[in-house]
């Protein structure tokens, strides 16, 4: 090589590394918007609730038949001039809360129990109507919207159909789960074929809460203790957990769940578990290729929906690392303006924040607008 040549490939190197950092930045400024904070930046939030009117006319159909039902009761005599069905519009005044709060997209799901309390026919119906309006809104607004698709795990073969269509047709980013069915988890076989989609499709399952089942009825049924106060990550910690000790994902070793409310209290238990884990070995548990915990730093993303507290976030940092966390409100159910003050104001250096308040959702749900 002469020197000229030498010159002109140094000048390609200089100049290549030149374009990287303004691509990072452009990037990062892609859909930057101002805090109340006063801080710019681009921010996703990734489990933000919607629900339309067929959801809420079957929900209060269900509601006046079992008004005692912990999920369902709490629809009773909604209407959708109801303050929280207002909320959970797909439109309403979402696009405006987003704008004054600096909030870049939300990551969009059907809210809970989603189609999981009605009957295969309703549930599989239901999925679709709800998948559609979604990826509807999306095409309008790319932007400001992605969106989890919802399926009926009581016919897990339709389930599948579903989860292909939402990812190959309607270019949704992954797909959500409220907790149980029926009294049922995922860890069963007989939902594994869902699982196996899940992989195939590299999309994520957002295990989303909802209250403990039937079964699990009277020790919840006082204080309001079957909902966010306590019933909701006891019942989806416990899916979880019942996931990893099955077995699953030796089976999937690709499968990406998602857990919110800062990982359903599974981070702070994540010793124990091992250690109880290697106590219980070959006897109450079976013999796993990977330990427990290790495979929830493999396997789960989680996200700080509805836990505004920055010792949970710097423990959560410190225990999975930074890449499996992410930023998320829980909207309508939680207010806009505190869940940004608390990012904005996390005590984290600036790659940390881009992380948590966009990287991981882009590399998680395949956001790419
Ligand atoms: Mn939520």
């Not at 989680?302 to 423990?315: C, F, Q, R």
């Amino acid at each position: 090589m002469d020197r000229r040549e030498f010159l002109g490939m140094s000048a390609a190197a200089v100049a290549s590394a030149a374009a990287a950092p303004a691509h990072a930045a452009q990037s990062a400024q892609r859909g930057a918007m101002k805090s109340a904070t006063g801080k710019v930046f681009r921010r996703i939030a990734t489990e933000e609730a919607f629900s339309i009117p067929e959801q809420l006319e079957l929900m209060t159909a269900a509601a006046r038949a079992m008004p005692d039902h912990f999920d369902v009761g709490a629809w009773l005599g909604r209407t959708a001039e109801s303050p929280i069905q207002k909320g959970l519009a797909l439109e309403g005044d979402r696009l405006k809360v987003m704008d004054e709060n600096g909030v870049t997209m939300h990551v969009l799901s059907l809210t809970s129990p989603g189609v999981q309390v009605f009957d295969a026919d309703t549930a599989v119906w239901l999925a679709q109507v709800a998948n559609d309006r979604m990826a509807e809104l999306i095409s309008r607004y790319p932007n400001r919207f992605a969106g989890l698709a919802s399926f009926a795990p009581q016919d897990p073969k339709r389930a599948v159909k579903e989860m292909e269509r939402a990812v190959n047709e309607l270019k949704l980013h992954g797909f959500v789960v409220n907790s149980h069915t029926n009294g049922e988890y995922l860890d069963d076989p007989k939902f594994w074929p869902i699982l196996e989609a899940a992989e195939a499709l590299d999309r994520a399952i957002y295990i989303h809460p909802r209250s403990p089942s039937d079964l699990m009825r009277e020790p919840y049924a006082k204080y309001g203790l079957d909902k966010a106060i306590w019933g909701y990550q006891a019942e989806t910690g416990l899916h979880a957990v019942r996931m990893i000790l099955a077995g699953v994902f030796d089976r999937f070793p690709k499968l990406k769940i998602v857990l919110g409310h800062m990982g359903e209290s599974i981070p702070y238990n994540l010793w124990r578990l091992n250690y109880m884990y290697h106590n219980h070995k070959g006897r109450r548990s079976p013999v796993l290729k990977t330990d427990p915990a290790d495979t929830f730093k493999r396997n789960f993303v989680i996200t700080t929906s509805g836990v505004e507290s920055h010792a949970v976030l710097k423990y959560c940092i410190e225990v999975l690392g930074v890449d499996n966390i992410m930023w998320a409100i829980d909207y309508p159910y939680q207010p806009t303006t505190p869940a940004v003050k608390f990012m904005d104001t996390a005590p984290v250096s600036q790659q940390d924040l881009e992380k948590l308040y966009f990287r991981n959702a882009e590399r998680v749900f395949h956001i790419t607008t």
